[in-house]
């Protein structure tokens, strides 16, 4: 059976996160390593989700599960390492190893949780990532900055239910992920340069 229009949209909008991703991945390597981490798993996710996209139905629930569990894992420590390396810069550590211990353990401790404690972990952690990103962007006037931890954690905060369940109509699910995918590649490309930025700036 041929991949529908759909799914095609859905499958070019995670390989545009995908390659977004690892562009800024790249580019934040240079003088970043925990927020090229963070990309860099934003940028597995999206590959995952484009080969999911593609796959036929019979080859597709065989990938299903690790597709969903290396979205969530991306989703989760993706944002939080770019907020980790804000707070870092900030000289804020503390927060910044809270932050990242936090959603480390979350992540350990994932088989122990049902599918509703994975969305309110995901929740919590999402939320202080984006909490602490933003007010350190807000403190030192890195406007970027604040519009990029926007795209990616907002995003990142609705993709675990949108991936996780069938949403009806299917359409609706696919014209939701596309546009989260587009907001997570903007965020990724954003907050490279907010980065750079605010590295030139100390």
């Given at each position: 059976?041929?991949?529908?229009?759909?799914?095609?949209?859905?499958?070019?909008?995670n390989l545009?996160?995908?390659?977004?991703?690892?562009?800024?991945?790249?580019?934040?390597a240079?003088?970043?390593?925990?927020?090229?981490?963070?990309?860099?798993?934003?940028?597995?996710?999206?590959?995952?989700?484009?080969?999911?996209?593609?796959?036929?139905?019979?080859?597709?629930?065989?990938?299903?599960?690790?597709?969903?569990?290396?979205?969530?894992?991306?989703?989760?420590?993706?944002?939080?390492?770019?907020?980790?390396?804000?707070?870092?810069?900030?000289?804020?550590?503390?927060?910044?190893?809270?932050?990242?211990?936090?959603?480390?353990?979350?992540?350990?401790?994932?088989?122990?949780?049902?599918?509703?404690?994975?969305?309110?972990?995901?929740?919590?952690?999402?939320?202080?990532?984006?909490?602490?990103?933003?007010?350190?962007?807000?403190?030192?006037?890195?406007?970027?900055?604040?519009?990029?931890?926007?795209?990616?954690?907002?995003?990142?905060?609705?993709?675990?239910?949108?991936?996780?369940?069938?949403?009806?109509?299917?359409?609706?699910?696919?014209?939701?992920?596309?546009?989260?995918?587009?907001?997570?590649?903007?965020?990724?490309?954003?907050?490279?340069?907010?980065?750079?930025?605010?590295?030139?700036?100390?």
């Open positions: 059976m041929a991949a529908s229009p759909g799914m095609w949209i859905t499958a070019i909008s545009i996160l995908c390659v977004s991703a690892l562009y800024s991945a790249h580019q934040t240079k003088v970043h390593r925990a927020p090229a981490a963070g990309l860099f798993l934003l940028a597995c996710s999206g590959a995952a989700g484009s080969l999911l996209s593609v796959l036929p139905p019979s080859l597709r629930w065989a990938v299903f599960e690790t597709q969903q569990d290396l979205c969530w894992i991306g989703c989760l420590l993706g944002p939080v390492l770019v907020s980790f390396e804000f707070l870092w810069l900030s000289e804020d550590s503390f927060t910044g190893n809270t932050l990242l211990g936090g959603a480390v353990l979350a992540t350990v401790l994932t088989d122990w949780l049902s599918d509703e404690g994975r969305v309110l972990v995901t929740r919590c952690v999402q939320l202080s990532s984006l909490g602490c990103a933003l007010t350190v962007c807000f403190f030192t006037a890195n406007h970027i900055g604040l519009l990029g931890n926007l795209a990616m954690n907002l995003a990142a905060l609705v993709i675990p239910e949108v991936r996780g369940q069938r949403l009806q109509p299917a359409v609706l699910a696919e014209v939701t992920e596309v546009i989260l995918n587009c907001l997570m590649s903007l965020g990724s490309l954003v907050t490279q340069r907010a980065l750079r930025r605010y590295t030139q700036e100390l």
